[in-house]
């Protein structure tokens, strides 16, 4: 168990629909990350929080969204979705920026299934 | 861009045949690289942190090695417990952000 925690494990929706994804960091973690897992992708970098702040932005659509709460929990929006959206979506946090903070810890991740 | 190349794709070993998984990276001014051991449906599970070439880091049957262009993952007589996915991943400086740019991963079968 790497402490970080992520609802819901398992979601189904319909195309078009929104939906929201939570994680809880490890605790003293200040970092978050969100990460997409699909067959043909791999691991994909989406968005970083630190402290509550973006710090850095991959791949991620402009119909996602994210943010991190004064609790350092965290929120993945997906909206508009697509029948390509249908992936793993994992959340991940690290104490903090410098060399001691870079190791990432993943949660066990939302599967979403868009029908 | 960064980029991270693991080979081979797929693995099939024998219980206690041993070998070894590579992972190639092109990265300006790499910041560490990493190892993950993932179980299907499963987050990725931390191994080990590489900073430097030369470097060198060991857990039970697994030992991590870094040189300037590649990392390998040596796996020392194989049970079937450690059948899993191993993933790599770089980290270079950025003006802000601690993002990993993953490998497609080594899919690892070991055999009774």
């Known amino acids: 168990d790497s402490g970080v925690t992520q609802t819901p494990k398992h979601l189904i929706t319909a195309t078009g629909q929104r939906v929201t994804l939570r994680c809880s960091p490890r605790s003293g973690d200040l970092s978050v990350y969100w990460y997409q897992q699909s067959l043909d992708q791999g691991l994909q970098f989406l968005i970083q929080y630190y402290n509550g702040e973006e710090r850095a932005k991959g791949n991620i659509l402009e119909r996602f969204s994210a943010q991190q709460f004064p609790d350092l929990h965290s929120e993945l929006n997906l909206s508009s979705l697509e029948l390509g959206d249908s992936a793993l979506y994992f959340c991940?946090?690290?104490?903090?920026?410098?060399?001691?903070?870079?190791?990432?810890?993943f949660g066990e991740g939302s599967w979403l299934t868009v029908v | 861009e960064d980029q991270v190349t693991q080979s081979p794709e797929a693995l099939r070993l024998q219980e206690g045949e041993s070998s070894s998984l590579n992972c190639s990276y092109t990265v300006s001014g790499l910041r560490g690289l990493f190892w993950y051991r993932q179980d299907p449906g499963k987050g990725p599970e931390f191994l080990f942190t590489?900073?430097?070439a030369g470097e060198e880091k060991e857990k039970e049957r697994l030992k991590a090695t870094l040189t300037k262009k590649e990392s390998f993952l040596h796996i020392t007589a194989p049970k079937p417990e450690d059948s899993a996915t191993y993933l790599c991943a770089v980290r270079r400086p950025d003006n802000a952000g601690n993002m990993l740019t993953f490998g497609g991963g080594t899919r690892l079968m070991v055999k009774p």
């Open positions: 590489l900073y430097s």
């Open positions: 991940a946090s690290s104490p903090g920026q410098g060399k001691a903070g870079n190791t990432i810890y």
